[in-house]
């Protein structure tokens, strides 16, 4: 399961031009699970980009740590811990791209995985609300995984769900109905995504150089049959 992002450099005015941005995107070379990341919800009819804790934390959870930062499509409708979320409170996580590690003999190779155009990806996410007093709460969210496509299952055996932009209105709308939302959780088109090996200085969440998404290896990505 993806355990860190890369958030930099997102264009998202550009890509959401009526998106509505009252706090400042979280950027990091190097985010890992427990720390605050920028979602995009639908509030009033309008997109509107906000802070959340990376890590569901529904009220009656009583350990932090035990706070899902990924959860599983398969399980959404069957577990209490996301069923609730996945009716009515989805939103999307923008990335430039995340990590995953491949296991080795000796060791585990991490690659970041970005859109092949290195155009923003939209992470589809779950969250929750966590009233601490009558008026002040907390907010956090889980991404959503989905088995690796063709290209990158050699790599890891899930990858979060992308939410195509065509498809972000109707997966953020609460009114949605099961089954169209259950149509976007599909792993990513062979042509979407590439991966390329990264240092393994990425190992360690303190570590927040931009060298964590330099390559060290070509990308690997979906090569279309040529006719002869």
């Known amino acids: 399961m993806t355990g ?118 939209l992470l589809g996410a779950l969250w929750c609300r966590y009233h601490t007093t009558l008026t002040a709460f907390t907010d956090s969210a889980a991404l959503i995984t989905v088995p690796a496509n063709l290209l990158l299952s050699p790599l890891t055996d899930r990858l979060p769900v992308t939410i195509p932009s065509h498809a972000l209105s109707a997966w953020l709308n609460p009114n949605t109905d099961a089954e169209t939302l259950n149509s976007l959780l599909t792993p990513a088109p062979l042509e979407l995504l590439g991966a390329f090996p990264v240092s393994k200085h990425v190992n360690n969440p303190a570590y927040q150089s931009p060298a964590c998404a330099h390559p060290t290896g070509s990308m690997l990505r979906w090569a279309v049959p040529q006719e002869l």
């Open 4 to 121: 860190r992002l890369h958030v930099q450099n997102l264009p998202l005015t550009r890509l959401l031009p009526t998106l509505a941005t009252p706090e400042p995107l979280i950027e990091s070379p190097n985010l890992a699970p427990r720390r605050p990341i920028s979602a995009i919800r639908l509030e009033q009819g309008q997109y509107r980009l906000s802070s959340l804790f990376w890590g569901l934390t529904p009220p009656w959870l009583e350990v932090l740590d035990h706070a899902p930062h990924c959860a599983r499509a398969e399980t959404l409708e069957s577990r209490a811990m996301f069923r609730d979320a996945f009716s009515a409170r989805r939103c999307v996580i923008p990335v430039s791209g995340f990590y995953v590690w491949k296991t080795q003999a000796r060791s585990k190779q991490p690659y970041l995985v970005t859109q092949v155009s290195r155009a923003p990806l």
